[in-house]
């Protein structure tokens, strides 16, 4: 049981370490294009991708669950470079999901 959820986290890891690597390529690439520097916001990326979704969860959180929780620090944490908030998520579920060796005490 533990070990399915240990898979299901790596494998999150590794798909938040990717998408990560791909905005941060995306915000090098676009800062040498505008010849200034450039990250994308996280909320303005997924506004971008989906505005429906964002919308839900704005609803979802105040709704369902308290509506303290749509504070000016999340919105602020939208604000984010996109990697910013991915990589460390990810490097996160992968030392949860990450295989620890046993190691055998001999003794003497």
């Known amino acids: 049981m533990f070990s399915v959820l240990k898979f299901i986290f790596r494998l999150l ?13 995306s915000d ?17 990326v997924w506004f971008d991708v989906s505005p429906e979704t964002l ?9 369902y669950v308290d509506p ?9 944490d939208l604000t984010w470079p996109v990697w910013a908030v991915f990589a460390p998520l990810g490097l996160i579920l992968l030392f949860v999901g990450s295989k620890r060796r046993r190691q055998r005490v001999q003794y003497a």
């Open 13 to 25: 890891g590794y798909g938040f370490l990717a998408v990560a690597i791909i905005a941060g390529i």
């Open 28 to 44: 090098a690439s676009s800062s040498i294009a505008l010849s200034q520097f450039h990250l994308a916001p996280l909320g303005q």
């Open 55 to 63: 919308a839900l969860a704005q609803e979802t959180l105040q709704q």
């Open 68 to 76: 303290a929780l749509w504070t000016p620090e999340l919105k602020t």
